[in-house]
């Protein structure tokens, strides 16, 4: 008789900068821990955490019952992150606990998503002062101990639309740079001045001296403020926070909505929360990856990247183009590409990327994204025809024109592009147009 075996493995075994990290299915350590220690801020911590489950039960734009209330929480070797979507996707909420704010093991590697229910708010709710906040992490449970005993969460399956929401919420964050900084005193005064009923329209934010002042239209050096409502998360830290800093990408004159970022600071808490461009637009319908996905060696290359991820804080994608043989660009596609599974992150902050401990399933760009697998089907199907400047693509009974405007940017005449003019990322076709002219000129090269 013959007996068959199985054993589980908590992840992969991975090799990179001449580290050797093989993976176990238990041996000594059964149920291993990213983290275990205290948070050495409890209160604040506890206000953050509190914070992000908020923003997880909330939705923004038409608001109806609780909706998720699965934070993701990331350890990664001095840090631990805490993160969480809106119920309609278009706020991104995520904490960051820095090695000033953490008091315990070393941090290891890994990711889990749990519930927040009633009872652990609640533990979250009554830390006071010098009340100590304990924290177990692992690959299955989040255990938080306070004076009033432990409460242990369970993972639980992770939203696909929050994976997509990751994917689009790092490109898009990647182009941010820091627009203003002020005193958390200010800014208290700032936000509590802010409307607090739902809201669709879309103001704009500038530097004031010491503050912020809100104006109707965009103008260089503005941050645009869709929804001022959405910010209500950040009241609970404004008492511990030392800043309030706004992030956002560059604009002027008649720019469309755009998206932002709000972050506090403690000095070992960040509680930054990322809003859509506009309140009724989630992240996950947002198509900014759509053309960092469409390359044709994407796929080979993020499983590259992948390969020689190290666990650091942050990734270096400058070090990553070295270890590869890849250009910066080809990199930066391919975190892309990780980002699909919810692999790699963005900090605004430390302007550089992170990664989660998420599984990577190559086919999960196109099953996520209908465009491209539209674009590739058109190319697949021959219905793209390139001249100089103008495409002509045959779609079903309609036949569309795209074109190649000044700064590279593609418009067509198809009711998705009229709709939206660019603001969501490209229409199929313009994604195929892109996708054929980058393979002819690199046969050409």
């Known amino acids: 008789?013959?007996?068959?075996?199985?054993?589980?493995?908590?992840?992969?075994?991975?090799?990179?900068?001449?580290?050797?990290?093989?993976?176990?299915?238990?041996?000594?350590?059964?149920?291993?821990?990213?983290?275990?220690?205290?948070?050495?801020?409890?209160?604040?911590?506890?206000?953050?955490?509190?914070?992000?489950?908020?923003?997880?039960?909330?939705?923004?734009?038409?608001?109806?019952?609780?909706?998720?209330?699965?934070?993701?929480?990331?350890?990664?070797?001095?840090?631990?992150?805490?993160?969480?979507?809106?119920?309609?996707?278009?706020?991104?909420?995520?904490?960051?606990?820095?090695?000033?704010?953490?008091?315990?093991?070393?941090?290891?590697?890994?990711?889990?998503?749990?519930?927040?229910?009633?009872?652990?708010?609640?533990?979250?709710?009554?830390?006071?002062?010098?009340?100590?906040?304990?924290?177990?992490?692992?690959?299955?449970?989040?255990?938080?101990?306070?004076?009033?005993?432990?409460?242990?969460?369970?993972?639980?399956p992770l939203p696909a639309r929050w994976l997509r929401g990751f994917a689009e919420v790092q490109i898009l964050a990647a182009t941010f740079e820091p627009r203003a900084e002020i005193p958390a005193t200010e800014a208290a005064t700032f936000l509590r001045r802010l409307p607090i009923t739902s809201d669709r329209s879309a103001l704009w934010v500038v530097p004031a001296g010491r503050s912020l002042r809100l104006t109707s239209?965009?103008?260089?050096?503005?941050?645009?403020?869709?929804?001022?409502?959405?910010?209500?998360?950040?009241?609970?830290?404004?008492?511990?926070?030392?800043?309030?800093?706004?992030?956002?990408?560059?604009?002027?004159?008649?720019?469309?909505?755009?998206?932002?970022?709000?972050?506090?600071?403690?000095?070992?808490?960040?509680?930054?929360?990322?809003?859509?461009?506009?309140?009724?637009?989630?992240?996950?319908?947002?198509?900014?990856?759509?053309?960092?996905?469409?390359?044709?060696?994407?796929?080979d290359d993020a499983n590259l990247v992948a390969a020689v991820l190290s666990w650091d804080p942050t990734i270096d994608v400058d070090r990553l183009a070295t270890d590869t043989n890849l250009d910066p660009t080809r990199v930066r596609a391919a975190l892309a590409q990780l980002g699909t599974a919810g692999r790699v992150g963005y900090d605004v902050s430390e302007a550089a990327y992170f990664h989660r401990a998420m599984p990577y399933d190559a086919g999960r760009a196109e099953r996520d994204n209908p465009r491209l697998a539209g674009a590739r089907a058109l190319l697949d199907a021959g219905a793209v025809e390139l001249d100089a400047t103008t495409a002509t693509v045959r779609s079903g009974e309609h036949t569309y024109r795209v074109r190649r405007l000044p700064d590279g940017d593609l418009t067509c005449t198809c009711p998705w592009w009229a709709r939206h003019r660019g603001q969501r990322g490209p229409c199929r076709h313009a994604l195929a147009t892109r996708m054929l002219a980058t393979h002819h000129a690199e046969q050409r090269s």
């Open 217 to 299: 239209r965009p103008v260089p050096g503005a941050v645009c403020l869709a929804g001022a409502s959405r910010l209500t998360a950040l009241h609970g830290m404004l008492r511990f926070a030392h800043t309030l800093r706004v992030y956002g990408p560059t604009v002027t004159a008649g720019s469309a909505p755009v998206p932002s970022t709000w972050e506090l600071d403690t000095g070992a808490l960040r509680l930054s929360l990322t809003l859509s461009p506009e309140p009724y637009r989630g992240f996950s319908g947002e198509g900014a990856a759509l053309t960092a996905l469409a390359g044709d060696d994407v796929v």
């Open 1 to 156: 008789m013959s007996a068959v075996q199985t054993y589980r493995y908590l992840g992969p075994s991975t090799l990179g900068h001449g580290r050797l990290g093989l993976q176990t299915s238990g041996g000594p350590t059964p149920n291993p821990r990213f983290f275990t220690g205290f948070l050495t801020t409890a209160q604040a911590a506890a206000a953050g955490l509190l914070a992000v489950a908020e923003v997880a039960r909330t939705r923004y734009h038409r608001p109806v019952s609780p909706a998720s209330l699965d934070p993701v929480v990331t350890g990664s070797r001095d840090r631990l992150r805490f993160e969480s979507f809106s119920g309609c996707c278009g706020v991104y909420a995520r904490l960051d606990t820095l090695p000033a704010g953490i008091d315990g093991d070393t941090l290891e590697h890994g990711t889990t998503n749990v519930d927040v229910n009633n009872p652990l708010r609640q533990a979250l709710a009554r830390v006071r002062g010098l009340d100590p906040l304990h924290l177990s992490v692992g690959p299955d449970d989040l255990t938080v101990h306070t004076m009033h005993g432990p409460v242990v969460e369970k993972k639980v």
